[in-house]
């Protein structure tokens, strides 16, 4: 029987697969370090007009909206995601974030917080930017509802709402958030598409 103080030597095949775990690891690692970095050099482009979001509400609002975990996890599409909706896939961890996953295997609620809160600046602001450049013209409380909407879907989809983008570019608020509630995405989303039409209704 082998002691607390003894290790049996590994078999070359098991030497084999651990190295092979590790260097997965290691291109992973490398990938999301890549990923993250190539955002970073996009840069973030503030809207035309002046915008005044309460990112401490927004980071609250979407940790109840989206959910938040401090470990790897895939999401409903089968994508490593982590803390609030963050796709590593897509987006990688700063390198100091990434440290700390490592050293805790889990992130700390501050650290979920300023991936949130980089998220929002980096692709939620630069969606809307694209789809809606005037968004900074509405309400805080609109401006917020369309941080929200565009850090569900992204810009690709979010384009797609034609009539929705018309409606407040005439400045019909009402129509808009039936255009939001007459979609997919408010099927998809439940109360949350309730509690955001409502918003956009009160402004």
């Not at 034609?162 to 998809?188: C, I, N, Y």
Request: proline share 3%.
């Amino acid at each position: 029987m082998t002691s607390l103080g003894e290790f049996t030597p590994l078999s070359s095949v098991a030497r084999g697969l651990l190295k092979q775990t590790h260097m997965k690891l290691f291109r992973w690692l490398i990938e999301v370090l890549k990923r993250f970095n190539q955002k970073g050099e996009e840069g973030v482009v503030m809207a035309e007009q002046g915008t005044g979001y309460r990112m401490d509400k927004l980071i609250q609002e979407l940790t109840v909206d989206e959910g938040r975990k401090a470990f790897p996890y895939k999401d409903t599409k089968g994508i490593w995601t982590i803390g609030v909706g963050h796709n590593l896939e897509a987006n990688g961890l700063p390198p100091h974030i990434l440290l700390a996953l490592l050293q805790r295997v889990g992130l700390s609620d501050a650290e979920m917080d300023e991936l949130l809160g980089h998220d929002i600046e980096t692709i939620a602001v630069p969606a809307l930017n694209v789809v809606f450049p005037e968004w900074g013209s509405e309400t805080l409380e609109r401006q917020e509802v369309l941080l929200n909407m565009a850090f569900n879907m992204g810009a690709t989809v979010f384009a797609t709402f034609k009539k929705f983008w018309a409606a407040l570019r005439r400045g019909d608020h009402p129509d808009a958030a039936v255009e939001m509630m007459d979609s997919t995405w408010s099927g998809q989303v439940g109360v949350r598409a309730d509690r955001l039409r409502a918003r956009m209704v009160e402004g």
